[in-house]
Structure formats: structure tokens, C-alpha cells
T-cell receptor, first 111, second 114 residues
Framework: GIQVEQSPPDLILQEGANSTLRCNFS?????LQWFHQNPWGQLINLFY???GTKQNGRLSATTVATERYSLLYISSSQTTDSGVYFC?????????????FGRGTSLIVHP | SAVISQKPSRDICQRGTSLTIQCQVD?????MFWYRQQPGQSLTLIAT?????????ESGFVIDKFPISRPNLTFSTLTVSNMSPEDSSIYLC???????????FGEGSRLTVL
């Protein structure tokens, strides 16, 4: 099956700093999502971005499908950005589009 | 987007007992999924809940341990049977949106087995 690698696995920032999270995947996909799991365990949809660039406030994401990676940018980080960020991708071919999740990037933002 | 409600949000259970988790969606959806997230780990798909037929289980998960019901297009249940401490996890219900398959998740059910 498709392999999904996220980096870095852990990240510690001071409030106000910027960061870039990366998601590499091993095969062509037609679905890619970024999620934020808050400390209470809830998964929040950030972006559905199989290709191109999207922005939502301080967050933006870019997926280069031909090179099989996606980037999540967090600018002016806040303590509420803490949590785990997951990338989930689904294959382009085959009978299923059920996503495979990466192992996540754990982010801690200190005040 | 879909609004997904899960119950219970958390529970503490004794070894050997079973617990049923409910998932209610505010609109009809074709595909519903159940995921498990063990402590400190990523999400693992348990099964796809199919309306009107048996669930489709992923490798490593069996119906006797995780029976699933899907009586209609807005509701599903997952039962964790004969629980052991290794079953302590967050269990998440998910649905695929229309079109290409964007996923939406419920709040999760945090299960602790003593």
C-alpha cells in the first residue's frame, strides 16, 4: 500500500515563530488532507488539497502531486496551534479512496 | 461538511466487558469508517461500515472482536468486545464527503480498559 512519511516528527516553537511541516507519499493520489488533532483528541479538518495551494488565515498548504509531497505552513504560531498534525492521502488508482494516515508531527508552541 | 456525533465521548471499562460506540451523522452518507488511535500513535482503519451488508474489515481486525452495525445511511455502531487493556484507545467514526472523498471525523470516543 501507499506509504506516507511526515517530518519532522516533533517540533517545539516559541509563540510567533513560523514553521513548515512536510508530508511525502509514495504513490499518485487524488485525495490529500491535513488535520489538526487538538489535545482533547478531536480531529479538525485544515485543508483538503490534492493539488495546488490554499490559505486559511495563518495556515496555508501546498501540494505538488507530481513530486508526491505536501507542505503545511504555520505562520505567527500561537499556543492554540499545539497538537498533532496529520497528513492523510488516498490513491489515484484502485477501487478504494480510503486514506492512509502519516504518523503525524507533534507541535508544541510555548508562550 | 458533515456534523458527526459520537457517544460516549469517554468511558472507563473493566477487562472482559464490551462497549458499543454510536455514530450519528446529520446527513445521509454512503461510506462510514471506524478508526482506532492507540496512545501516541497514528490512526488505523478498523473497517468500512456498509449499509445493508457486512462491514469490510482491514487486516488485523475481525468481526468477532469489533462487530459493526449500519442500519441506515446516517447511523453506525462499533462494539469493542471482550476488552483488554490493549484496547485502550480513541475510537473515531468518519464519513466521506460527496465527490472525491474528503473525510470528516466525529469527536472520538476515548476508551480506557482497566
Amino acid at each position: 500500500g501507499i506509504q506516507v512519511e511526515q517530518s519532522p516528527p516533533d517540533l517545539i516553537l516559541q509563540e510567533g515563530a513560523n514553521s513548515t511541516l512536510r508530508c511525502n507519499f509514495s504513490d499518485s493520489v487524488n485525495n490529500l488532507q491535513w488535520f489538526h488533532q487538538n489535545p482533547w483528541g478531536q480531529l479538525i479538518n485544515l485543508f483538503y488539497i490534492p493539488s495546488g495551494t490554499k490559505q486559511n488565515g495563518r495556515l496555508s498548504a501546498t501540494t505538488v502531486a507530481t513530486e508526491r509531497y505536501s507542505l503545511l505552513y504555520i505562520s505567527s504560531s500561537q499556543t492554540t496551534d499545539s497538537g498533532v498534525y496529520f497528513c492523510a492521502v488516498g490513491p489515484l488508482e484502485g477501487g478504494s479512496y480510503i486514506p492512509t494516515f502519516g504518523r503525524g508531527t507533534s507541535l508544541i508552541v510555548h508562550p | 461538511s458533515a456534523v458527526i456525533s459520537q457517544k460516549p465521548s469517554r468511558d472507563i471499562c473493566q477487562r472482559g466487558t464490551s462497549l458499543t460506540i454510536q455514530c450519528q451523522v446529520d446527513s445521509q452518507v454512503t461510506m462510514m469508517f471506524w478508526y482506532r488511535q492507540q496512545p501516541g500513535q497514528s490512526l488505523t482503519l478498523i473497517a468500512t461500515a456498509n449499509q445493508g451488508s457486512e462491514a469490510t474489515y482491514e487486516s488485523g481486525f475481525v468481526i468477532d472482536k469489533f462487530p459493526i452495525s449500519r442500519p441506515n445511511l446516517t447511523f453506525s455502531t462499533l462494539t469493542v468486545s471482550n476488552m483488554s487493556p490493549e484496547d485502550s484507545s480513541i475510537y473515531l467514526c468518519s464519513v466521506a464527503g460527496t465527490g472525491a472523498g474528503e473525510l470528516f471525523f466525529g469527536e472520538g470516543s476515548r476508551l480506557t480498559v482497566l
